[in-house]
């Protein structure tokens, strides 16, 4: 029976992953932990609080609950990433070698780390970005991403350990609200929306980036974690894509659906981040490894969470 340990659990990923698995393995089967502790009564199994610079505490709890695989989730996003440039190779580097330290150590099952499109500079193919376009990063985001690429390489190739990795896209849900990432306005823009309030975008009108909703996101993870792993033939990270959109082409999907919608453009420090990044995905090594494919195009998902925002935030 697998035991899952999902850090950052809190997050906007974590939080959806999370439940999806408790879904899959069982409750009680898959413990969540992150830096910050849900509000009581929230959960549906079994939290830890966890630093993951803490490896003492890491360890402890992988023992306790007899671990097989870990989804190690917890890092800083893109936009506080350039903030913080100190903290994000701290948190993100050191947080994965951890991981990646102890799950060899313990002869885990295997190993789920998410990379990002921020692995891509400027000089990287813009349109269709080939899994091995030049990964030229310009941003400390960036640089963490593709360090980390390797690091998951290397200890498949030396240690045999079983990591799987996505370079996700920006990823869009209405159940959690994101933080510190470049892509983020197009989760809060909906939130405006729905509020009947005009949205102040950071990005230009034309910013195209690569991007996923949330059901997309949390299906692809788990396929390639259930994948055999002699189909798994990418040990850095793979190239996974659904939708590419700019801030103009969002704005006019939820103006289907609320016609008076207004959008601001005021372009800040986040648009150099966008600026450097591809916008759409090749995801054809994906395709062919383990048969990814999305259901959400750009319409179906503002629909579905025009639809759902307002249920859900009555609920919480
Ligand atoms: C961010 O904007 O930092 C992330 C990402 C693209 O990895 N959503």
Known sequence: MSKILITGANGQLGNELTAELRRIFGNENVVGS?????????????????????????EEIIDRYQITQIYHLAALLSANAEKNIDLAWKLNMEGLLNTLNLANKKSLEKVFWPSSIAVFGPDAQKKRTPQQSACNPTTVYGITKLAGEQWC???????????????????????SMPGGGTTDYAVDIYHKAVAGEAFTCFLEEDSALPMMYMSDAVKATVELMEAPKDKIAIRSSYNVSAISFTPGEIASSIQKNIPDFKIIYKPDYRQDIASSWPDSISDEEARRDWKWSPDYDLDRMTSEILQELPRFSEKV
């Open 153 to 175: 390489a290397y200890y498949y190739k030396k240690f045999g350990l079983d990591v799987r990795s996505i370079r996700y896209p920006g990823l869009i849900g209405y159940k």
């Open 34 to 58: 992150d830096i910050n502790v849900p509000a009581p009564g929230t959960e549906s199994g079994p939290f830890e609080k966890l630093d993951v610079l803490d490896i003492h505490r890491y």
